[in-house]
């Protein structure tokens, strides 16, 4: 291990070394994510929460990412598993990045046109992700897929064909090298000894995703649910345990998946079709988006709890997340089909929608039939909109809509500002201050947007009294920036 202790020191973020230790010795899960610790002894690397007994302080050595304890020369921990901690989300450019490449947008290794996606040279964003990770993008691309193969090595069944593929590596023997290379052992000897026929032989993968607790499932899955896309989605109940069941599609990779959740081991458990094995990495990438599996509510409850308004609501449900979207297009159409209507109502409207426009896939869930339409099948179906029930101007809009994204106006460059992304929004005809910051908490992932302009925020922020108005509501709001959408969640459900 001499290469370990010659190139971390270089290599090594700059992280307060002793706080690290003390969350290291406490097994703290709101650490979970935030940093990985390299022994130097053993010449592997763990999650702040890993179960082996706790090495001294000398032998350690912390690093920001996954990727820059690999580039130091360490290995994942077969026990912990790095590949399950939940990302430190930050809002800035180089992490923005980061969750593309996690979704594997640096398979092909065309970095030239990621940087051009992002707005930088190639040059530009080496230094970026060297500044902020101390790796550069292949070294962090390759880190990624390593542990996802990884991953799918110990969960699932799947050839090593397949995983090699899934993982985006252009073959088996590029693979078997790769890993052979970096972890010192070849891909089989770490999979399962043993797979139950049953899985061996299904239809289906299942996988995990790790979160930081707590995490509010039944109220998410119940905001989901009230939401749901007749036809597209649904949340179901099985043996007592609540589901979110949807159809997929991925490009021309169709399926569909179940997500359920395993809170004694702080994970959501995903279930796909086979069929959608191509697109694993980016479609994982999605659910933890939806699911906001990447938050830390142990920071953001303790910046909230200092309001005395969203005070108890926090301490009452602590572990708030903000429920996200599979897809952007589907829930900025679901958005404007809510515009001047109940809940109930544009539950109503996208379900026509949906049964009119949609097209039909074979699912294991009979509320589950179809796909939503794509944005091409609406951008020129103006009077078929309209004869769901819309208005006129409202069938325009989703149009216009349709068209803003078929031209790929929801695929944000990293690193944009919140201002920049509602204004973007709202340059489509008919989407207003609500729409644009309501698509932006739900389907962009912004944490700070705050529909102001809400009805039932401005009553719930009177505590009682006459409800306030939108700039009130903004005024009242700022203390609870950065993170002014979990205070909407928290409002919103009362």
């Given at each position: 291990m001499e290469n370990v202790t010659d190139n971390?020191?270089?290599?090594?973020?700059?992280?307060?070394?002793a706080a690290c230790y003390r969350a290291l010795a406490a097994k703290d899960a709101r650490f979970d994510g935030v940093f990985f610790t390299g022994v130097k002894t053993t010449g592997i690397y763990c999650r702040p929460v890993c179960a082996v007994?706790?090495?001294?302080?000398?032998?350690?050595?912390?690093?920001?990412?996954?990727?820059?304890?690999?580039?130091?020369g360490f290995r994942p921990c077969l026990r912990c598993r790095p590949e399950l901690a939940p990302y430190a989300l930050q809002q800035n450019l180089a992490h923005a990045v980061w969750q593309r490449i996690a979704g594997g947008a640096l398979n092909d290794g065309d970095v030239e046109r990621l940087a051009r996606e992002v707005g930088l040279s190639s040059r530009q964003?080496?230094?970026?992700?060297?500044?902020?990770?101390?790796?550069?993008?292949?070294?962090?691309?390759?880190?990624?897929?390593?542990?996802?193969?990884?991953?799918?090595?110990?969960?699932?069944?799947?050839?090593?064909?397949?995983?090699?593929?899934?993982?985006?590596?252009?073959?088996?023997?590029?693979?078997?090298?790769?890993?052979?290379?970096?972890?010192?052992?070849?891909?089989?000897?770490?999979?399962?000894?043993?797979?139950?026929?049953?899985?061996?032989?299904?239809?289906?993968?299942?996988?995990?995703?790790?979160?930081?607790?707590?995490?509010?499932?039944?109220?998410?899955?119940?905001?989901?649910?009230?939401?749901?896309?007749?036809g597209v989605e649904a949340v179901l109940t099985e043996n007592g345990q609540e589901a979110y069941v949807r159809s997929i599609r991925i490009g021309e990779t169709q399926g569909w998946l179940r997500v359920t959740h395993r809170a004694q081991r702080a994970q959501l458990e995903v279930e796909v079709a086979a069929a959608l094995t191509p697109v694993l990495m980016p479609l994982?990438?999605?659910?933890?988006?939806?699911?906001?599996?990447?938050?830390?509510?142990?920071?953001?409850?303790?910046?909230?709890?200092?309001d005395p308004l969203l005070a108890d609501r926090i301490a009452h449900w602590p572990g708030l997340r903000v429920p996200g979207a599979f897809d952007a297009f589907e829930l900025a159409v679901r958005a404007v089909l809510g515009q001047q209507v109940s809940v109930a109502g544009a539950t109503t409207l996208s379900g026509r929608l949906v049964a009119r426009f949609g097209e039909p896939v074979v699912t294991p869930f009979a509320q589950v039939a179809r796909h939503f339409p794509l944005a091409d099948a609406l951008a020129a179906a103006e009077e078929g909109i309209a004869a769901i029930g819309l208005p006129r101007t409202r069938a325009q809009t989703i149009a216009a809509l349709a068209r803003f994204a078929a031209q790929g106006g929801l695929q944000l460059r990293p690193g944009i500002g919140l201002d920049e992304a509602v204004e973007r929004l709202k340059s489509v005809r008919g989407i207003g201050d609500w729409t644009a910051h309501y698509v932006a908490l739900r389907a962009l992932r912004f944490p700070d947007a705050f529909p102001a302009g809400d009805l039932g925020l401005q009553k719930a922020a009177a505590e009682g009294g006459e409800r306030l108005t939108e700039k009130q509501l903004t005024a009242r709001a700022a203390a609870w920036s950065p993170w002014r959408g979990y205070a909407a969640l928290a409002l919103w459900m009362g």
């Open positions: 971390s020191a270089a290599r090594a973020l700059p992280l307060d070394r007994k706790t090495p001294r302080e000398s032998s350690c050595q912390f690093f920001g990412s996954a990727a820059a304890a690999e580039a130091a964003l080496r230094r970026v992700l060297l500044q902020h990770f101390g790796v550069t993008p292949i070294e962090l691309a390759q880190t990624q897929r390593l542990l996802f193969a990884k991953k799918l090595l110990q969960e699932t069944s799947l050839p090593m064909a397949e995983i090699a593929y899934a993982a985006g590596f252009g073959s088996v023997r590029r693979f078997n090298a790769s890993f052979s290379q970096r972890y010192g052992i070849a891909p089989t000897t770490i999979r399962r000894a043993t797979v139950p026929a049953a899985a061996a032989e299904s239809a289906a993968l299942t996988l995990r995703l790790a979160y930081r607790p707590p995490y509010q499932w039944q109220r998410i899955v119940a905001y989901l649910a009230g939401r749901a896309i007749p994982l990438a999605r659910v933890r988006a939806q699911f906001d599996l990447d938050a830390n509510p142990g920071v953001i409850d303790a910046h909230l709890c200092g």
